[in-house]
């Protein structure tokens, strides 16, 4: 079966169509720049133009780099802040009817990379750490999704963690791989110290280059580096627009309905 998959960064927006029983793209994907500025409306143009250009018309998972609740962008650390409670899937739903559904990027990432890469069987606490313009976190139990963990943005040392060891911080500071690398060890060990992971999967623009740096790391857990690299995000958002939200609470969790007390008077009858 094929979902379509788009991908929403802050430089470029990517999309194909993906066969989610393979986890494989259906076809290379097809990406345009991000618009400056990124807001709603220039933003969903792009994505339409994306699912346009492959001439589909059944339903899309997006990514998108924020906070997602039921559909709407809660934060705006690296997109324009006039996405914050904008309802983007209802915003790209308007230019793509064949249904739209939105999950955080890293997120995104996650799914694919627990259902089809790194984490695949991988039981127990997992944490994939996407490492690009900012850190993305995607935290599963027993391959069961937390949504919206925001651990890029731990305080470390007085600083958001992001701002000290992403990739575009390693860019602007010049870092070599190892220096970098002292910077994302510390952040990893912070999120260990938190979280006790069983396995951090390592993900985003950098792990493409992962035999740079992989050895430099210095953390007590297994580090993988991710297997679907760049095409995580566009296969974890159709695999999620496929098996919908899986996180929701189900029937059986939700509190039990309190019942209005009984008012039987005793030995009497109801009134
Ligand atoms: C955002 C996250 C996002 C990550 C990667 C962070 O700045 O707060 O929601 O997943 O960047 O794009």
């Known amino acids: 079966m ?5 991908d929403i960064g802050g430089t ?18 097809f990406r345009l720049p991000t618009p400056q500025p990124a807001e709603p409306a220039a933003v969903s143009k792009t994505v339409a133009d994306v699912v346009a250009h492959f001439g589909w018309t059944g339903a899309v998972g997006a990514t998108f780099p924020a906070v997602i609740k039921g559909g709407v962008a809660r934060t705006a650390a690296n997109v324009d802040p006039g996405w914050v409670n904008t309802d983007v899937a209802g915003v790209l739903g308007s230019v793509l009817p064949g249904g739209v ?17 790194a984490g695949r069987d991988v039981g127990g606490v997992v944490i994939m750490t996407t490492f690009g313009t900012g850190i993305g976190t995607a935290l599963f139990l027993h391959g069961q999704l937390v ?14 963690a992001e701002m000290k060891a992403s990739d575009a911080a390693r860019e602007r500071d010049d870092l070599s791989w190892e220096k970098w690398a002292k910077r994302v060890t510390r952040y990893l060990s912070a999120l260990e110290a938190l979280l006790w992971p069983d396995l951090i999967i390592i993900g985003g623009g ?12 210095d953390v007590r857990t297994k580090i993988v580096p991710a297997q679907l690299q760049n095409e995580a995000g566009i296969v974890g958002a159709a695999l999620f627009a496929a098996v919908g939200d899986q996180t929701r609470p189900k029937a059986a969790v939700r509190p039990p309905r309190r019942r209005p007390p009984a008012t039987r008077p005793p030995g009497g009858r109801r009134p």
């Open 12 to 29: 470029g927006i990517k999309g194909a169509p993906v066969d989610i029983d393979e986890g494989k793209l259906a076809a290379p994907r």
């Open 206 to 217: 950098a792990s493409r280059k992962a035999d740079r740096f992989l050895d430099h790391l």
């Open 101 to 117: 559904a939105v999950l955080n990027d890293a997120d995104a990432a996650g799914v694919a990379e627990m259902t089809f890469g």
């Open 2 to 6: 094929q979902v379509f998959g788009v």
């Open 147 to 160: 949504p919206n963990t925001e651990l890029g943005h731990l305080e470390i040392g007085g600083h958001d």
